[in-house]
């Protein structure tokens, strides 16, 4: 079976061909930071506009890059949430459109189940059951995930999530949007020993994560301290180191609550390295399987969604010719699926 991938929940057009027999064919995206830069974050409208001006080119790239026409295609998966409304719209009524027009399946992709099933696409996929840890730009969430479909939530960011703290963060030291990756590398030149920024909500029990205080933690140290280059690059340390911390604290004790050894790392944060480096030693030192997506299908890709709808068309899931986008969607709310091969 093969399966188009359509994402366009948020500041990303990603398309994507998955084939059941040979894996991944080919993916292509258009990122749309150059544009949203400027404004120091996303603008709802821009990026509705570009991805209307950009899927339809690009669902003929990642044709040509596969050798395929349409008429190879078995079904079409789109993000169809969460999301922003305007965008995630664009990429609903293209992939619903092509499905009809091509008389194939269209399948609706919730963006964090796609997330969280992006290190299937891996050589070395991780078995079911496992926890996954989420933590993208929208979304920060522990999940027992039993099979694809089957999920409970554990806990999740009563305020900020990761990501969002990394970009306000960022922002706050003058590096731009998105920040996130900027922020983790001045990190890297900061003295984990000049400041010591608290791990919200570590000191009682249960799974839930606070993040909003850190970015104020943070503003309150730059408002006090000179403005050198390395006293940001100590404040961004102290930050992620406690982002990274708390991160590790809630996993640990998710695994042992749920009696788990697999965890699975996903959502455009998991690009970051030194919560790679972190989670996998403690992966080793807890026995525990630890799964990270390749860094480029951490964040926001249409590899994840051909994937997620692969799996779902598989299992007989099908759209009606009407379409509905969703900009919340509680996972827990999905479709449970057989294990039908
Ligand atoms: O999954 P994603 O691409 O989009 C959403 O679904 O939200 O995640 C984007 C988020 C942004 O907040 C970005 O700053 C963050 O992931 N991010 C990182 C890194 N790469 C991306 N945060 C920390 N370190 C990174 N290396
Ligand atoms: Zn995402």
Known sequence: M???GIETSCDETGLAVYDSDQGLLAHVLHSQVDMHQHYGGVVPELASRDHVRRVIPLVKSVLTDSKLTGKDIDGIAYTAGPGLIGA???????????????GVPAVAIHHMEAHLLAPMLEDNPPQFPFVALLVSGGHTQLVEVRQPGDYRLLGESVDDAAGEAFDKTAKLLGLGYPGGPALAKLAEQGNPARFRFPRPMTDRPGLDFSFSGLKTCALNTVKTEDNDQQTRADIARAFVDAVVDTLIIKCRRALEETGLRTLVVAGGVSANRQLRERLTEVGSQM????????????????????????????AGQREPLSFAARARWPMTELQRLGTRD
């Open 2 to 4: 093969r399966v188009l």
């Open 88 to 102: 995630l719209l664009v990429g609903v009524a293209v992939g619903r459109s092509l499905a009809y027009g091509w």
């Open 287 to 314: 026995g525990a399987l630890v799964y990270f997506p390749r860094p480029e299908f951490c964040t926001d890709n249409g590899a994840m969604i051909a994937y997620a709808g692969y799996v779902r068309l598989k």
